[in-house]
């Protein structure tokens, strides 16, 4: 399976060191949308979207004030999912499923712009945006950016165990390479996506963790980022306890598998140089 790593959104945070843990306090820091084209059998795969085409309009309107303010994302169109995959050859119609994390307005903000596309996601998450439980929850997700109607396939958290993790589970017309890994914490319906690369697995963990010192033998991480973690948490215990998981087993087996963080520029940068040699 050919997998192409795609940064489909720049953010430029205030904080410095305190988000990405590089020199300098007084800088803005850089974050990215860590996203995955995977060229299969079954057509084109997207794990991600980014933030869509309508964020390099319209910032506020697609994304809010709030968040905007926060995280200061780059109105660029050519980092859009859909324009890359143009910049590679492909046709974005090829495009006929996108597995997602979870729906958070900058991991499905681009689905609007792949309507056609079947989106694959744990039901619980899908639960947490049409039924939220409190406040918090009815916040979270960008209701404009569901409006078009997505093509929802949605799955209950059962399976079958997977390097430690439990109820891991293949998915409905997608090769059996391609798993959704139960990381619930960030939301209540969080996924990590593990694809068989022949050459090794790779989980994209989307907002389980944040740095990649946070699955480091001695682990660590930002302050600034530390707080903004614990700040969007929805379930402290579960979250904890992913941590926990994908720490081991990126010391047990990171010679199988390759844990990124969906935020990470520095493991942005290495796994997409890695996949280009």
Same mark, same amino acid.
């Given at each position: 399976?050919?997998v192409h790593h795609l940064n489909c959104g720049t953010m430029r945070p205030l904080?410095?060191?305190?988000?990405?843990?590089?020199?300098?306090?007084?800088?803005?820091?850089? $974050?990215?949308?860590?996203? #995955?084209?995977?060229?299969?059998?079954?057509?084109?795969?997207?794990?991600?979207?980014? $933030?869509?085409?309508?964020?390099?309009?319209?910032?506020?309107?697609?994304?809010?004030?709030?968040?905007?303010?926060?995280?200061? +994302?780059?109105?660029?169109?050519?980092?859009?999912?859909?324009?890359?995959?143009?910049?590679?050859?492909?046709?974005?119609?090829?495009?006929?499923?996108?597995?997602?994390?979870?729906?958070?307005?900058?991991?499905?903000?681009?689905?609007?712009?792949?309507?056609?596309?079947?989106?694959?996601? =744990?039901?619980?998450? #899908?639960?947490?945006?049409?039924?939220?439980?409190?406040?918090?929850?009815?916040?979270? =997700?960008?209701?404009? !950016?569901?409006?078009?109607?997505? !093509?929802?396939?949605? =799955?209950?958290?059962?399976g079958e165990p997977w390097f430690g993790f439990e109820a891991v589970r293949s998915? %409905?017309?997608?090769?059996? *390479?391609? #798993? #959704?890994? +139960?990381?619930?914490?960030?939301? %209540?319906?969080?996924?990590?996506?593990? &694809? *068989?690369?022949?050459?090794?697995?790779?989980?994209?963990?989307?907002?389980?963790?944040?740095?990649?010192?946070? &699955?480091?033998? *001695?682990?660590?991480?930002?302050?600034?980022?530390?707080?903004?973690?614990?700040? $969007?948490?929805? &379930?402290?215990?579960?979250?904890?306890?992913?941590? %926990?998981?994908?720490?081991?087993? &990126?010391?047990?087996?990171? *010679?199988?598998?390759?844990?990124?963080?969906?935020?990470?520029?520095?493991?942005?940068?290495?796994?997409?140089?890695?996949?280009?040699?």
């Amino acid at each position: 399976m050919r997998v192409h790593h795609l940064n489909c959104g720049t953010m430029r945070p205030l904080g410095g060191k305190l988000i990405d843990g590089r020199p300098g306090l007084f800088r803005r820091a850089t $974050m990215v949308c860590h996203c #995955l084209l995977l060229e299969t059998g079954a057509g084109l795969v997207l794990v991600e979207t980014g $933030m869509g085409t309508p964020a390099a309009v319209d910032r506020t309107a697609w994304l809010g004030a709030g968040f905007v303010r926060q995280s200061n +994302p780059v109105a660029d169109p050519a980092q859009t999912a859909i324009a890359q995959i143009r910049a590679l050859g492909f046709d974005p119609a090829d495009v006929r499923d996108i597995v997602l994390t979870h729906l958070d307005l900058d991991h499905a903000g681009g689905l609007i712009d792949f309507p056609w596309a079947r989106v694959h996601v =744990y039901a619980e998450e #899908l639960r947490a945006f049409t039924e939220p439980r409190d406040a918090a929850e009815r916040g979270r =997700y960008r209701r404009i !950016q569901f409006a078009h109607g997505p !093509q929802w396939t949605s =799955y209950a958290d059962t399976g079958e165990p997977w390097f430690g993790f439990e109820a891991v589970r293949s998915l %409905r017309g997608l090769p059996e *390479d391609i #798993l #959704l890994v +139960p990381l619930s914490g960030h939301t %209540r319906g969080h996924a990590g996506v593990a &694809v *068989d690369t022949g050459a090794g697995w790779l989980l994209n963990a989307g907002d389980s963790f944040f740095f990649h010192g946070q &699955v480091a033998a *001695d682990p660590h991480c930002p302050p600034g980022l530390k707080w903004f973690e614990g700040h $969007m948490e929805t &379930v402290k215990r579960a979250r904890l306890d992913n941590h %926990r998981r994908l720490r081991q087993l &990126v010391q047990e087996h990171g *010679d199988e598998v390759s844990v990124f963080a969906a935020h990470d520029e520095t493991e942005f940068v290495r796994l997409s140089a890695r996949s280009r040699v």
